[in-house]
């Protein structure tokens, strides 16, 4: 719970701040701003099935290209990695009983001793507002790549996820901004263990294109 409280209180502080922002706040005009963007922080998976621990915790690094359409509306472009702790899942295991006959009884399975998730996808973002504070919301898809390895056997599944990411982001320079955002990612193809993510991310940003800083 203390690791999801710490994201949490800290973007929960960048939209009030977004809400409490004064009317002569420097504005950010989200129209051609064009950047790239690096961050980090800490990913939880669900898992679908019910002979396997209910989540795993590990770390996600992400990249996004991302471009304003209009003053509220942009375009992004991301490549995400997410890694999780390794585990034993509890299995079917056949054993030979005292009488010489096959029994099933369960057990734990062979060790998942890597997990690590890769996508590529692209969504649309939508500005709240353009005060320094940006907060916003976002919805795509992405190509998922979940990579699994146990007892020396790489498992490699493909799926399709739909994207939502709530953040905000701050314009600490004109061409450098923070931010830090909160994904979910749902997926509609079920080929990989996994069911579910979400991640805490905290960010940075460099404007490559024109920021546009002024006044309201």
């Not at 800290?10 to 977004?18: I, K, M, N």
């Not at 922002?21 to 989200?30: G, L, M, Q, T």
């Not at 320079?173 to 991640?199: M, N, P």
Request: glycine letters at 10%.
């Amino acid at each position: 719970m203390i690791r999801h409280a710490i994201p949490c209180a800290l973007l929960t502080a960048l939209l009030g701040a977004a809400a409490l922002a004064p009317d002569h706040a420097a504005a950010s005009e989200w129209e051609g701003v064009f950047g790239l963007e690096a961050g980090g922080g800490y990913s939880l998976a669900s898992l679908r099935s019910a002979a396997s621990p209910g989540a795993l915790n590990g770390g996600a690094v992400r990249a996004r290209l991302f471009y304003g359409l209009t003053d509220a509306l942009g375009v992004a472009a991301t490549g995400q990695i997410a890694w999780f702790e390794s585990r034993r899942p509890i299995a079917t295991l056949e054993y030979e009983d005292e009488t010489g006959a096959m029994a099933t009884a369960l057990g734990y399975g062979d060790e998942v001793t890597r997990t690590r998730l890769q996508d590529l996808g692209a969504s649309f973002i939508y500005t709240l507002d353009v005060l320094r504070v940006v907060p916003f919301l976002a919805a795509g898809v992405a190509s998922m790549r979940a990579v699994e390895e146990a007892a020396g056997v790489e498992r490699v599944d493909h799926d399709v996820v739909l994207r939502f990411e709530i953040g905000a982001d701050i314009a600490a320079l004109e061409h450098f901004w923070i931010g830090a955002s909160v994904v979910f990612d749902v997926f509609l193809t079920q080929r990989a263990e996994i069911a579910g993510q979400t991640a805490f991310l905290i960010r940075a940003a460099v404007v490559l294109g024109p920021a546009k800083l002024g006044h309201r």
